[in-house]
């Protein structure tokens, strides 16, 4: 059967697309099935976007949506409806959005949670002629799906079908594992854990598994890796049997995610003596206040700096991410993350404006105490504006501490490069967004 998954192209061209359908389109191929992907240019007609989503004859039309694509999907999806050919959707929102998502046109089946196995049995209902009432994980309409435990071993997936996925040449994307185990407010990351409320999310690939597939992405071109990880630095036993083989058989510089409280010295000496090149941490405020209360991240500001220090004493470069405008944040915290910006003095950052990501214990806090519109499912989910009627913060507030960022930015990015613009491409302004 062939299947095409659409990618959606939201308000910005990303270097990086489609990590789910590259997962899944890894899984149906191993099993026989045709896996194409097609990417809909954000401002492509609907006529024409609907024509470009069929001109592979798909026997499944398959989109995977965050919340940031859900609004132009919507449309897009909206422009097949009546085409025969059936839909599903997979991805964050919607499997904390499936009501809504299922209302709206064009819409057959979503599928909640980790896709592989749901997609497979999908594909084969359809084949065979099946009910699609009763898969797992699959809703078709108002009745509850009963969740099926994720694959387990994570060995038993496939790497992911790189074909499908829109990698900058030479840098390669991996994920060695699937789950958060943290409880960050803000993240919808985390909430599959929670999805599933008999079994855990959380696993990691083997060593092994990890390093074969470097070997090959490897001795195919590629000198560069991004791990995807939400936080690498889980599980020392792992991550000391891992580092110097990767040091010694894959030999690659790499990137990926951490969070402060996992960081030792000896971690951080292992990781610079593996090629570790850059890592992003969430900071995400400075005021400790907003960090513990309002996203359950309680580690304190002392702590976050000297592990950026011990970082940069490694020789690892050190990128930070900040939000702006969370509930009861006010201009006085925002002041605070800024200072801290400054201290911490990082080799690149991100900062975002709050967005409420269905699903979260965040989104909900916004929506029980009225900060959130009636109509917010109408609006874009941006970063650089807030969806929210915050009760200590104005638009201009969080555009003056926006402002502030980015013309801190320009500034570094002048200094570093030398007269050229922040708009240069770099590795490690690409990590940042990631
Ligand atoms: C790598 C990454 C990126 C990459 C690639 C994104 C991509 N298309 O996957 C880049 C840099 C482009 C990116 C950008 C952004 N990201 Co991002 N990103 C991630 C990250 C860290 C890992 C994604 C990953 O590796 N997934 C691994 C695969 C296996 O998981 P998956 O995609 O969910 O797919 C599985 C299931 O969901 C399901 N599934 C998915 N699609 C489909 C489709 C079908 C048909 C089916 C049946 C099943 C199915 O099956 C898959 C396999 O099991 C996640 C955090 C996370 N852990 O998910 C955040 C995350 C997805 N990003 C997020 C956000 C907010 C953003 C940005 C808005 C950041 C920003 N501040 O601007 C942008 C928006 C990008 C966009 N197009 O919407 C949020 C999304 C929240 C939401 N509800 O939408 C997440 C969850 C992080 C968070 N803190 O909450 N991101
Ligand atoms: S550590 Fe990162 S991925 Fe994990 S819950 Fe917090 S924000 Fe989400």
Not at 147 to 169: H, K, S
Not at 234 to 253: A, E, Q, S, T
Not at 288 to 296: A, D, F, T
Request: glycine share 8%; proline share 7%.
């Amino acid at each position: 059967m062939r299947v095409v998954f659409l990618e959606i192209e939201a308000d910005r061209d990303w270097a990086l697309s489609a990590v789910g359908p590259s997962c899944l389109g890894a899984w149906l191929r191993e099993r026989g099935h045709e896996a194409r992907l097609v990417s809909v240019p954000r401002d492509l007609p609907l006529p024409e976007a609907r024509a470009l989503a069929l001109r592979l004859d798909p026997d499944l039309l398959a989109v995977s949506l965050t919340t940031r694509q859900w609004l132009r999907g919507r449309e897009v999806v909206g422009a097949l409806a009546g085409s025969g050919v059936p839909l599903i959707a997979g991805g964050l929102h919607p499997t904390f959005r499936p009501d809504a998502v299922l209302a709206a046109p064009g819409f057959d089946m979503v599928c909640l949670g980790e896709g592989e196995e749901a997609l497979l049995e999908v594909v084969q209902a359809l084949e065979s002629g099946r009910s699609l009432s009763g898969i797992d994980n699959v809703r078709t309409g108002p009745a509850p799906a009963k969740l099926r435990p994720p694959v387990r071993p994570l060995d038993r997936l496939p790497w992911m079908a790189r074909d499908l996925l829109a990698e900058p040449t030479g840098v390669v994307h991996v994920s060695t594992q699937r789950g958060c185990p943290f409880p960050c407010t803000y993240c919808a990351a985390n909430m599959l854990d929670a999805l599933y409320d008999d079994a855990r999310y959380g696993r990691r690939r083997t060593v092994e598994h990890v390093l074969r597939e470097l070997e090959v992405l490897r001795d195919a071109g590629a000198c560069y890796v991004v791990f995807l990880d939400d936080t690498f630095t889980l599980n020392p036993p792992w991550l000391r049997d891992y580092l110097p083989r990767h040091r010694d058989r894959v030999g690659l510089r790499f990137s990926l995610h951490a969070r402060v409280e996992t960081m030792t010295e000896a971690l951080l000496d292992l990781l610079a003596e593996a090629g570790c090149d850059q890592i992003t941490y969430g900071v995400e405020s400075g005021s400790e206040r907003v960090r513990r209360e309002v996203m359950k991240r309680p580690v304190n500001n002392e702590r976050i700096v000297a592990v950026f220090e011990a970082t940069r004493a490694a020789g690892i470069r050190v990128t930070a991410n900040y939000m702006l405008g969370l509930p009861t944040e006010t201009p006085d915290d925002l002041d605070a993350t800024f200072a801290l910006h400054q201290r911490l003095d990082p080799d690149a950052f991100g900062y975002f404006v709050f967005y409420p990501y269905p699903g979260t214990p965040l989104f909900v806090t916004c929506r029980d105490r009225g900060l959130l519109p009636e109509d917010w499912e109408e609006r874009p989910a941006v970063h650089h504006r807030s969806v929210l009627r915050l009760e200590h913060l104005s638009d201009g507030d969080l555009q003056r501490a926006w402002d502030r960022f980015t013309a801190d930015r320009v500034e570094r990015t002048r200094a570093r490069y030398g007269g050229q613009t922040e708009t240069e491409p770099s590795v490690l302004d690409y990590a940042a967004t990631i």
